[in-house]
């Protein structure tokens, strides 16, 4: 495979860089200080046509491939890793699924929009006592009179209350199966709890969804029933990839920061960039960063070539995570006093880069996956 980025990766790179700019970088500081929700920010995004970057235009998406979609995501978090992991949600965990494995009258009906950026979308997966342990949830669906019915509390639901549609993984109440189900706000009995006050990623939306005897037509059962486990591990090894590229965009934000103070700020007569402390902090973030782009690239690349990929996403993102704290890290250790305040933001970039090393499977859980695979092949 080659590791050259096409005329098109490049176009989108720039055209959502600039974009990053001008539209996302200005109200960044801001709405996380406020944990407002950029509406407006999404609503752009829409007319430039990112929400559903993977997906044939055919379903309302671009047409593009999984590596431009992560491109994507790292130059936003590049500004701004709220903004970024609202979409990563929405395509790899609320998009996906139905593209996957949703019949063609479940693409038509509720991927088109979401691809479109006409409606949000997200993923009910984790519970007060199902994390890690996905076969733990206890959200339940009974089958009775041509629908099923659905009771639980899904809980740290990116798009929660913003979004529209939600595909929802719940246990079948006689086989104890998982199947997947698209709910859509405005259903009877489901409702939205509590919104997250989070430590980081402040402007994006998390919250719980609730299903209070909630009916869902049997028209929207996502697959076949029982098959939700299988649904969800795949859905799941695509997102580590998205995450990968959170926490790389957050490297490579906290490093583009550091880089500019260090040129800038003067101690003793002369820019600390010329320190020999300063210099082998950004060489190691440097190096570090470029390591976790081919990481990361890489396993997008093995996606777009319906290659398996399950232990190089989780390689991506463990490694990604691991370098978003790092960098972000020595980012406020450049900046000495000033990076402990909010206004040079890489405290921001700081407290971003923890959930990395959470979402779509933990550090552990990556470790898991990373040995279960090679020890499987030994």
Known sequence: MSHELTEEQQLIRETVREFAQKEVKPRARQIDKTGEFPVETIKKMAELNVMGIPFPERYGGAGGDELSYIITIEELARVCASTAITLAAHTSLGSYPIYAFGSEEQKMKYLVPLARGERLGGLGL???DAGSDVAALKTTAVKENGHYRLNGTKMFITNANVGKSFVVATKMHETKLISLFIVEKGFKGFSTGKKEDKL???ASDTGELVFDNCPVPAENLLGKEGEGFKYI???????????????LGIAQGSFDRSLAYAKERQQFGKTISSFQAIQFMLADMATEIEAARHLVYYAARLADANKPFIKESAIAKLFASQIAMKASYLAIQIHGGYGYTTEYEVERFYR??????IGEGTSEIQHLIIARQIL???
């Open 200 to 202: 980081g990623l402040r």
């Open 126 to 128: 984790t519970e007060p």
């Open 352 to 357: 971003d880069a923890k959930l990395c090393e």
């Open 233 to 247: 591990m795949q859905t799941l090894n695509g997102g580590r990839i998205s995450i990968g590229a959170l926490g």
């Open 376 to 378: 499987g092949k030994l």
